[in-house]
């Protein structure tokens, strides 16, 4: 991993402090996003942390910083389109598709939808002059 000036080695992924909330003032600039997809620009920061805890804390800090009234995302997310509020959906139809069947050990899959991968390149991309090569999009 490349060192960054303050000592920091995470990806070249944006460092705590202004200029993390100032990537992150840009994705929100894009258009409604929703605490997930927000999360996953940032997905190498913090560990423990669930994508839409982490795009949640980032929208809160923002607006902290700004002293301007939190709002929680409300709308249809122009990533995803909301399908990460189906994830009970899709858990519940995993369950069912293995019942009956005998195992110790279990792997999920996902096929990234062409809409969604162009998406999110296309911040990456904007993001000038700065390389992110652990985004986290595997496709």
């Known amino acids: 991993m490349k060192e960054q000036e303050n000592g920091d080695t ?3 992924v944006p460092s705590p402090g ?3 909330l100032e ?5 929100l600039g894009y258009g ?4 997930n997809c927000l999360g ?3 997905g190498k920061r913090s560990f423990g942390i669930t994508n839409e805890a982490r795009g949640r804390g980032l929208r809160v ?6 002293n301007v009234p939190y709002t929680e ?3 249809s997310c122009w ?3 909301n399908e990460f509020q189906r994830t009970a959906e899709w858990a519940a139809r995993a369950v069912e598709a293995v019942s009956g069947i005998e195992f110790s050990t279990f792997l999920v899959g996902t096929r990234v939808p062409p809409l969604i991968a162009e998406s999110e390149e296309m911040v990456w991309s904007e993001w000038s002059g700065v390389t992110y090569p652990c985004l986290i999009l595997n496709h």
């Open 10 to 12: 995470c990806c070249n």
């Open 18 to 20: 202004p200029e993390l």
């Open 23 to 27: 990537k992150t003032g840009e994705i």
């Open 32 to 35: 409604e996003i929703c605490d």
């Open 40 to 42: 996953r620009f940032f």
């Open 61 to 66: 800090a923002l607006a902290l910083q700004a």
């Open 73 to 75: 995302h409300a709308g």
């Open 79 to 81: 990533i995803c389109n």
